[in-house]
């Protein structure tokens, strides 16, 4: 016995995926695919540019982060130097 509705199913199924292929590979779906296309690399770009800003500002912290550290290195260096000092005078 045939079943005429997965005959039916089968036909349909081909003759949508046909039309689609159509559809898709048209100008105008080129044109759309073209057009998103480029708003997404619009929007990489933007993206980049961000993240570069992110990355140079990262830097700067970083550096007077170190720079800060450094300072308050080299003046505890200078008052441990002068509890040394008052220490072996008491002594």
Same mark, same amino acid.
């Given at each position: 016995?045939?079943?005429?509705?997965?005959?039916?199913?089968?036909?349909?199924?081909?003759?949508?995926?046909?039309?689609?292929?159509?559809?898709?590979?048209?100008? !105008? #779906? %080129?044109?759309?695919?073209?057009?998103?296309? =480029? *708003?997404?690399?619009?929007?990489k770009?933007?993206?980049?540019? $961000?993240?570069?800003?992110?990355?140079e500002?990262?830097?700067?912290?970083?550096? !007077? #982060? %170190?720079?800060?550290?450094?300072?308050?290195? =080299? *003046?505890?260096?200078?008052?441990?130097?002068?509890a040394?000092? $008052?220490?072996?005078?008491?002594?």
């Open positions: 016995m045939v079943d005429w509705k997965k005959i039916a199913l089968f036909a349909g199924g081909t003759l949508f995926g046909t039309a689609g292929v159509k559809v898709l590979s048209s100008d !105008d #779906a %080129k044109k759309f695919y073209t057009n998103c296309t =480029a *708003a997404v690399l619009r929007g770009s933007c993206v980049m540019k $961000t993240a570069t800003t992110v990355q500002n990262a830097e700067d912290i970083l550096a !007077d #982060a %170190k720079a800060i550290n450094e300072e308050r290195d =080299a *003046a505890k260096g200078v008052y441990e130097d002068q040394a000092d $008052t220490v072996t005078a008491e002594a």
